[in-house]
Each structure stands twice: as structure tokens, then as C-alpha cells.
């Protein structure tokens, strides 16, 4: 707060008011209060976060110079690339770092934080990720441009990774109603299991028993017919006694539905198919490798992206910027299907966009000797040293015409 020319802070941590906003906006529809800490009680909630989060930080990481025709050439030596690929500081290594940046910014409404620290001549050297809510973030006036503290002291820009989610809200804030019914379910059907809430039958008599009698004919059921050496066997009943076993009824078959359904909606939320997260009630052979296409297209790219531009607004220097730019390498996610990769890069060779040994760079394997000629190796009219490159090829038959029209009596 400005108290004339003074600027007083208050020590609070932007992560308590996150968690003060959050639960002040009264519990949800279900009657469950959530939060961030909350949120990762619901299975489908924590599934969604670690696995973009993960999927992200296990992808290759790339630096990249960028040409006047738009050509990228990977630059290996580069210091963001050692950085990106090993140790981001010395107690955090690089997959960690990235991890943490994206599930904050999945959690978090601010996005995740981290500062570069950086030489004199302005290379980064290291990058740390502080307690969430050490390093806060304001926006004083409408342009919308952030202004960084940490311990009260404004940063620059330049020196603070920034990841931010759409509409700025992080997707555990705009789902805390499907969360908090997903919760709230979970916790029912807990009680519901824990507490014995549906028995196996009812054992019914047209006699009044009494206090005593109830809990003999309790004791002696349980006694010949519970336990697995006794389960299956012949029931006997007395006294005009009757048993009726409890069955699932359509109300409980609707709460298993409802249970689907709440996982579904927290998918969406995330942007990501439902079987990535488990349910597999639409998933078959043919469609799961289209979900996988669709989680990376749909859900992971957009934070890929906006990661590769976080990092390099944050680690290049001004200079540096122009020319060089981050790549995950999205090419990890058809490792998997070797099939179909093989079928790629066997069209792109035949196609001629890529030569033979481009095709090997794609499996990690090293270059061949003549694998840096464009030609389609299926027809023999681009065949590699074909006459329509290297000329007329010579007539290995040209020294016996020669001397048989010298000699017209050599044939005989």
C-alpha cells in the first residue's frame, strides 16, 4: 500500500492470498471448500497435472539459431542449452525446474515463477524456482506489464521466467466446481464403504425376537456362513425366517456414472481426452493413438509453446533474441510407434524433403557414406549417380565396335 511518498509491503506471500481467495469464494455447489492443496485430493486433478507437467519436462530441450529465411540450425554449445539439458542451478536439475514451472502454472492463478541469475555479461548461470509465492507479481496500470519483486525489491523482466495459463486462471481455478463435486463423491463413496453402508442381505422373521433373540441370529449366521471357509454354503433358516439379498439398484449404477462423468469434466478442464486420465470406456485400438495426437496437439503444445517463449524472453540477452529461440523436441511422442515413424521417414526420403541421412539424425543414428543426396531410392529415374545427374554413362561394349569395324573378318 502508498502511504504519501512511502511504499509500505505487507509480508504476506501471494500463495496465502491465493488459498485466502479461493476459499472465501464460499464452498462449491457440492459444499466443498478448494484449493489448491484440496484439489490434489481428487485422483483425476493430480493425474492431469503430473502428467502434463511431466510429459513437458522429459521432452529434449533445444537451442536454436534461426536464419533470414527462417531456417533453424541447432546450436549444442550454446550456455541456455546446458542450462535446459542439465543442471538449472546446483541443488535442482533441469527436468525438476521444468516440472515445477508448469505445475504451478497449472495450480497457480500468478503462473509459475523462477529467476535467472546472470553474469556480467548478462549469460544466464543459473535458474531457481523459489518457494511458491516468494517471488510476486503486480500489474500497476492497465498496460498489463508485470512488475516482479522478491524480498520486497522490484527485479528486472528480463531476469524472471514467467509461465502463464489462458485467461489468466490456472485450470484448478476454473474447474473448482467439477473438483469439488468430484470430492465430494470420492468422500461419499469413502463413508459409504467404510462406514458398511450397504449390507450383503436382510434376514427378516414374522415373529417378534427382541433385543436378545436379534443378536443370537446374528451371531449364529455369522458363525456358519461368514468367513471363506464358509462362504457358498447352505443357509437354514428358523422360524419362518427369511432372507433377502441386497442388490445394486439404479441409484447406484447413476453414482457410478456420475463418478465417469466428474472425471470427464476435469479432462476438459484440462483439455486433454479422458482416457489419458483412465477412462477407457470409449478407447480402443484404432482411436488411442489419435488421443495421444490430440493430447499433444491440444493440450500439451500450448504449454510447450508458451514455455519456449517464457524461457527465451528470460535467458537470451537482448541481442540474442532476434536470432536464437527454445525447442522441446516433439518428435519423443512417435518414439513410441516405430511402425509409424519408419512410414514417415521412408515418405519424406522418397518425397525427397529429407535425404537418407536426415532420416538416420531422426533415430539417433549417425550419417552413411552418399546418405546427403535427395533422391527417391523406390525408382530407378532418381536413382543416386543416375545419368540425368552425372551424364551418359560409357559403353563398356565401345572398344569391340570399334575393332570389329576395323576388322571386318573378326567376328569369323
Known amino acids: 500500500m502508498r502511504f504519501g511518498p512511502y511504499v509500505i509491503f505487507e509480508k504476506k506471500s501471494i ?5 485466502e481467495d479461493l476459499v472465501s469464494r464460499g464452498p462449491t455447489a457440492a459444499g466443498v471448500h478448494v484449493n489448491i492443496e484440496t484439489a490434489l485430493n481428487a485422483p483425476a486433478v493430480a493425474a492431469a497435472i503430473r502428467t502434463i507437467s511431466e510429459a513437458a519436462a522429459c521432452l529434449d530441450v533445444h537451442v536454436v539459431k534461426i536464419a533470414a529465411d527462417g ?18 542451478n546446483d541443488w535442482t536439475s533441469s527436468f525438476e525446474l521444468i516440472r515445477s ?28 524456482r523459489y518457494r511458491p509465492g516468494y517471488i510476486q507479481v503486480n500489474y500497476p496500470d492497465d498496460s498489463l506489464r508485470p512488475e516482479y ?38 468422500k461419499h463413496a469413502g463413508r459409504l464403504f467404510g462406514a458398511g453402508g450397504r449390507p450383503s442381505g436382510v434376514l427378516t422373521t414374522p415373529k417378534p425376537v427382541g433385543d436378545e433373540g436379534a443378536k ?31 442388490t445394486m439398484t439404479s441409484v447406484d449404477s447413476q453414482f457410478q456414472q456420475l463418478r465417469l462423468f466428474a472425471l470427464q469434466e476435469i479432462a476438459r478442464a484440462f483439455n486433454m481426452p479422458a482416457s489419458i486420465l483412465g477412462d477407457l470406456t470409449r478407447a480402443t485400438w484404432s482411436n488411442s493413438a489419435e488421443m495421444q495426437r490430440q493430447f499433444l496437439a491440444l493440450c500439451l503444445d500450448p504449454w510447450l509453446k508458451a514455455l519456449e517463449n ?50 538416420r539424425n531422426w533415430l539417433g543414428m549417425g550419417p552413411r557414406d552418399g546418405g546427403d543426396e535427395y533422391a527417391n531410392p523406390n525408382t530407378g529415374s532418381s536413382q543416386p549417380g543416375d545419368a540425368s545427374k552425372t551424364g551418359p554413362t560409357p559403353d563398356v561394349n565401345a572398344a569391340d565396335k570399334t575393332k570389329n569395324q576395323d576388322d571386318p573378318d573378326a567376328d569369323e
Do not use: Y
Not at 15 to 19: C, F, G
Open 71 to 88: 531456417t533453424e540450425t541447432r546450436v549444442p554449445g550454446h550456455p541456455v542449452k546446458k542450462l535446459l539439458s542439465g543442471q538449472a
Open 310 to 359: 517464457a524461457l527465451g524472453r528470460a535467458l537470451f540477452t537482448d541481442d540474442e533474441r532476434a536470432t536464437h529461440a527454445i525447442r522441446f523436441d516433439r518428435d519423443d511422442f512417435t518414439n513410441v510407434d516405430l511402425t509409424a515413424r519408419a512410414t514417415a521417414i521412408n515418405g519424406l526420403i522418397s518425397s525427397r524433403v529429407l535425404n537418407p541421412n536426415e532420416g
Open 216 to 246: 443370537k441370529m446374528i451371531a449364529g449366521w455369522k458363525r456358519a456362513f461368514e468367513g471363506p471357509d464358509r462362504s457358498g454354503g447352505t443357509a437354514v433358516l428358523w422360524d419362518g425366517a427369511d432372507w433377502k439379498a441386497a
Open 149 to 186: 519483486r522478491i524480498g520486497g525489491l522490484i527485479k528486472p523482466i528480463s531476469n524472471i521466467i514467467h509461465l502463464k495459463g489462458a485467461f489468466d486462471k490456472s485450470p484448478v481455478s476454473l474447474a473448482r466446481e467439477a473438483i469439488g463435486t468430484a470430492i465430494s463423491m470420492e
Open 15 to 19: 500463495e496465502h492470498v491465493e488459498l
Open 101 to 128: 514451472l508448469v505445475v504451478d502454472a497449472l495450480t497457480h492463478d500468478r503462473g509459475g515463477l523462477a529467476w535467472v541469475g546472470k553474469n556480467s555479461e548478462g549469460k544466464p548461470v543459473e535458474m531457481i
